[in-house]
């Protein structure tokens, strides 16, 4: 997509949002001030203004401001207590936290704190209805067609049909009622909205 990272890195693969889809991010925030998770060539789609690779560690070091873009990469996170960050790891257990859970917890946070103007959250991830409820405070779109996210792997760039995906806006907070119009607007034809 553009915006925040809109690409996802899980073994070797990168996923990107589909140009559809970071054409109306774009619209909705006014363009993109930063996509924190991110790649070089994720953001030749996204077009953010600045945009943190993982070697960044835009989740646990770099500042978030302005209007943010996110699509958290795949995969699971534990709190390293020695270290107090949010670390990635390959093993399935449990207790751990989804990858997209964790990254919006950081959203959520930086949007309440009043770092992050607005925020635009894509998710591929259902689960997150029950990994974080909190998204249900914030205008949401349930995409009607699974979008085809852009993929590229040591082979090359090609196409990925992903699954059932959410897009979830959080506005500003000087400007809640038209802002949510707005999405209301650009994404009612792309699904079902929840306000």
């Known amino acids: 997509m553009g915006l925040q990272h809109i690409s ?12 559809d889809l970071v054409t109306a991010a774009h619209e909705l925030l ?6 924190v998770a991110s790649s070089d060539f994720a953001n030749t789609y996204v077009e953010a203004t600045k945009y943190y690779t993982p070697s960044k560690d835009g989740l646990n070091v770099q500042p978030w ?3 943010v873009y996110l699509f958290p990469p795949s995969g699971a996170y534990f709190w390293d207590k020695k270290r107090q960050r949010w670390k990635m790891t390959r093993t399935s257990s449990p ?7 964790v990254w919006f917890n950081r959203l959520y946070k930086e949007w309440l704190a009043g770092e992050v ?5 894509f998710t591929n991830c259902t689960d997150m209805i029950r990994y974080d409820p909190r998204i249900f405070n914030f205008p ?12 590229r792997t040591s082979e090359g760039v090609g196409k990925h049909k992903t699954c059932t995906s959410l897009i979830v806006y959080l506005p500003p907070v000087d400007d809640t009622s038209s802002a949510t119009e ?11 909205i929840l306000k």
């Open 8 to 19: 996802s890195h899980v073994e070797g693969r990168e996923y990107v949002t589909c140009q």
């Open 30 to 35: 006014g363009g993109i001030d930063l996509d």
């Open 65 to 67: 401001y302005g209007s």
């Open 95 to 101: 207790t751990l936290m989804s990858s997209h859970a």
């Open 117 to 121: 103007k607005q925020g635009l959250f």
């Open 140 to 151: 949401i779109c349930i995409l009607k067609t699974p979008p085809t996210l852009v993929m």
């Open 182 to 192: 707005r999405f209301i607007d650009i994404y009612e034809e792309k699904g079902h």
